[in-house]
Antibody
Framework: QVQLQESGPGLVKPSETLSLTCTVSGGSISSGSYYWSWIRQPAGKGLEWIGRIYSSGTTNYNPSLRSRVTISVDTSKNQFSLKLSSVTAADAAVYYC????????????????WGQGTLVTVSS | DIQMTQSPSSLSASVGDRVTITCRASQSINSYLNWYQQKSGKAPKLLIYAASSLQSGVPLRFSGNGSGTDFTLTISSLQPEDFATYYCQQSYSTPSTFGQGTKLEIK
């Protein structure tokens, strides 16, 4: 059974960089039929896709966040990470990591496994 | 970006009712439409992928339909554990986008 677990600081100061890591267990992050995403959800609101990374290191980002986002992968540790720079109160949210299965039709897939989510608060 | 619009935004229903939630895309997304269920304080759970394929382990009372721009999620007979928020998501183009959610409440 694949499991994903987010980790990182729950409190970030305005203008600083948010850094989160997702550790994957029960499966290899290097599997070719998948990609790995970050998705966030502000309190009481809907879901926003942040970006994706393949095990090859290829990334795609949401244009609304592209200038501030970096997603990276460490296949040796079976982890992928999110960095979001210059955070403001608008970046406060529950951040989820998720696996997407896309088979031979990448990136058109679906999120079949999710982490439990980690709450990030932005405050000085 | 492709906009996903769900209706209704909220819905009150009773156990045993048949319920349908609609999701409309701002342009054609073929069948690249997925449905998720989210309970309070939990991560979303995949119910339906590719518009009409039932994810393994999901009860048969859930079904999806549609293609192009118009899609539906139907719950044939509501159970107490089905009261939650439901989201559609398109994966046709980047960025992937979600609907605003439909909150299903007990009448």
């Amino acid at each position: 059974q694949v499991q994903l677990q987010e980790s990182g600081p729950g409190l970030v100061k305005p203008s600083e960089t948010l850094s989160l890591t997702c550790t994957v267990s029960g499966g290899s992050i290097s599997s070719g039929s998948y990609y790995w995403s970050w998705i966030r959800q502000p309190a009481g609101k809907g879901l926003e896709w942040i970006g994706r990374i393949y095990s090859s290191g290829t990334t795609n980002y949401n244009p609304s966040l592209r200038s501030r986002v970096t997603i990276s992968v460490d296949t040796s540790k079976n982890q992928f990470s999110l960095k979001l720079s210059s955070v403001t109160a608008a970046d406060a949210a529950v951040y989820y990591c998720a696996r997407a299965y896309c088979g031979g039709d990448c990136p058109r897939g679906y999120f079949d496994y999710w982490g439990q989510g980690t709450l990030v608060t932005v405050s000085s | 970006d492709i906009q996903m619009t769900q209706s209704p935004s909220s819905l009150s229903a009773s156990v045993g009712d048949r319920v349908t939630i609609t999701c409309r895309a701002s342009q054609s997304i073929n069948s690249y439409l997925n449905w998720y269920q989210q309970k309070s304080g939990k991560a979303p759970k995949l119910l339906i992928y590719a518009a009409s394929s039932l994810q393994s382990g999901v009860p048969l009372r859930f079904s999806g339909n549609g293609s192009g721009t118009d899609f539906t999620l139907t719950i044939s007979s509501l159970q107490p554990e089905d009261f939650a928020t439901y989201y559609c998501q398109q994966s046709y183009s980047t960025p992937s986008t979600f609907g605003q959610g439909t909150k299903l409440e007990i009448k």
